[in-house]
């Protein structure tokens, strides 16, 4: 049981953690490659980067070389990308 009248600096880390850890809610956590394939679409630079497993930079770096044209639906800073279709034209690319 807790001591909320102990002070915080008389915690032992171990304690500490436990009171973290007992105040976080909680929540089930499916892999995101998994939710982002279950989508059919993965939307701007930051999901093509979740879904590819890389940084936000790199993403877009690879998106400029052109390799996903032909999953990618762009209009003006608006991206919707093909995750299906994207995932197999960088396995393509990548041989």
């Not at 762009?74 to 041989?95: C, H, P, T």
Request: glycine share 8%; with cysteine; hydrophobic share 40%.
């Amino acid at each position: 049981m807790e001591d909320y009248n102990k002070p915080i600096w008389q915690l032992t880390i171990g304690e500490f953690v436990e009171i973290l850890d007992s105040r976080k809610p909680n929540i089930e956590e499916k892999p995101i490659i998994q939710n982002l394939i279950g989508d059919k679409y993965v939307y701007g630079l930051l999901g093509l980067a979740k879904l590819l497993g890389c940084s936000k930079n790199h993403a877009g770096k690879l998106k400029s070389k052109g390799i996903f044209d032909e999953a990618i639906i762009q209009n003006g800073r608006k991206i919707i990308v093909d995750a299906e279709k994207a995932l197999e034209l960088f396995k393509k690319d990548s041989e």
